[in-house]
């Protein structure tokens, strides 16, 4: 299955493309969490992507486009895949639309302020797992981090970009027929097992 999870900041992209890659056995790639690794890495890459993402910016699409690129033709891609962050702009969907099919869209639809309370209160495991100190909090001992995007004004720049750009990508794949919206605000194993609907309904349709 090729996959697209699309969602405003903190919509739940990452908590479920977590739960969907394993069941699945398809790659999670976060075009956020790749961009994040070139950042820990300091490399030339993320030391541009660091200056973008402190300011809540999107970087530039062909440099998102040669990452993408790179990325599809590597081994574990080759039974389906699940973007998380890509693409964001319509230039993004519309190249992936000439290097790939994409079978089902799937938008996490949530209200504004829950998006700024579950972004403030997001922590990070090292191992990569996500909590909330509002609503999942760490088991006591675990040590977490913030992002360094988590603060409120650079979320204000991030959901404000989003609204601008979103519209466009989301009236391209609902003309392909493989749109579909669902909330992303309900709680979190409701927001899964509706996800979970759809895509044994895509399994089902082949
Ligand atoms: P990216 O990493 O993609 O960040 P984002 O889109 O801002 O999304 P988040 O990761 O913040 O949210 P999420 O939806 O994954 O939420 P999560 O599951 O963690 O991008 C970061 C930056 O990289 C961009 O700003 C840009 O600079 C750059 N970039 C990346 N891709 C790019 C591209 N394609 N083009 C250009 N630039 C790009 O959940 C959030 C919190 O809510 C967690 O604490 C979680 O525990 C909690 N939560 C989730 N679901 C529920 C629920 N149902 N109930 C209660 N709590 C919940
Ligand atoms: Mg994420």
Redesign the pocket.
Known sequence: MNLI?M????????????DISKQFSIPHI???????EEVAKGSELGKT?KS??????????D??IEI?KGRLQEDDCKNGYLF??????LV?AQKLDTISRIESVIY?KCDDD??I???T????AEDGR???????PPPEGIKTYQ?D??NEE??R???R??YDTFTPIMEFYKKKNNFHEIR?????????ENILSILKNIQKGR
């Open positions: 999870l969602g405003a900041p903190g919509a739940g992209k990452g908590t479920h493309a977590k976060s075009t956020g969490d790749i961009l994040r992507a973008y993402m402190d300011e809540g910016k999107l970087l530039p699409d440099i998102i993408i998380d962050g890509f693409p964001r702009t993004q996490l829950i998006l309370k579950r972004l209160g997001r922590r990070i996500i909590y909330n100190i509002y609503f999942d992002r995007d988590d650079t979320i720049e991030r959901l970009i989003f992303g605000d309900e709680d979190r194993t409701v927001v899964y």
